[in-house]
């Protein structure tokens, strides 16, 4: 179904689902309704995809989704990466290494871009470093980042966490 799906034009597909009045609900997959699509069969959404975004895990994506959310108020310009269709997510998880050396992801031919957390150092090198140097050796594209802090979390401003938690938490090297 999903190959199928791939052939047709994006308005031409349809959305069926349950509902209680009349027993069933049909959209057409446009735009917010394509996700539900994409979800359902289990593909990239269109052919309108150009890149992958490819992170460690789920807090990483909802960290991105948000500072996305905040550089968009302050500059229209900044791409939605999150309903962009250009843009596909994929979260690597716990299968990181593997989806990297085995490149499940290259009869797509679209090029990735891979973010990282900078976690626990082992012999000179951080967790990921080899996955980061690997795909940025590829050579189709793709790149890999490699954050300067040990977590996404680590770059909220402690102004934003004071609000979000709605406490004082004291400055690092505060003099109170």
């Known amino acids: ?23 069933r609900k049909v959209q057409v997959a446009l735009d917010e309704v394509i996700a539900q699509v994409v979800s359902d069969l289990g593909i990239i959404p269109d052919k309108r995809a150009k890149v992958l975004l490819c992170v460690e895990g789920p807090h990483d994506l909802q960290f991105l989704k948000r500072i996305n959310g ?7 310009d900044v791409v939605d990466v999150f309903s962009d269709p250009r843009v596909a997510m994929v979260v690597l998880a716990a299968y990181l290494r593997e989806w990297v050396n085995e490149h499940y992801l290259r009869n797509l031919n679209l090029p990735e871009v891979h973010i990282y957390d900078r976690d626990e150092e082992k012999a000179g090198k951080f967790k990921y470093q080899g996955a980061h140097d ?3 050796a590829r050579g189709d594209g793709s790149v890999s980042f490699l954050t300067g802090k040990r977590e996404m979390e680590n770059y909220l401003h402690l102004d934003a966490i004071n609000e979000a938690m709605n406490a004082a938490v004291p400055a690092p090297f505060s003099s109170s």
Not at 1 to 15: G, K
């Open 70 to 76: 905040i550089l968009r108020q302050e500059n229209e």
């Open 134 to 136: 690997a795909v940025n």
């Open 1 to 23: 179904m999903p190959a199928l799906a791939s052939l047709l034009p994006v308005e031409a597909i349809r959305h069926i689902s349950p509902c209680e009045e009349n027993g």
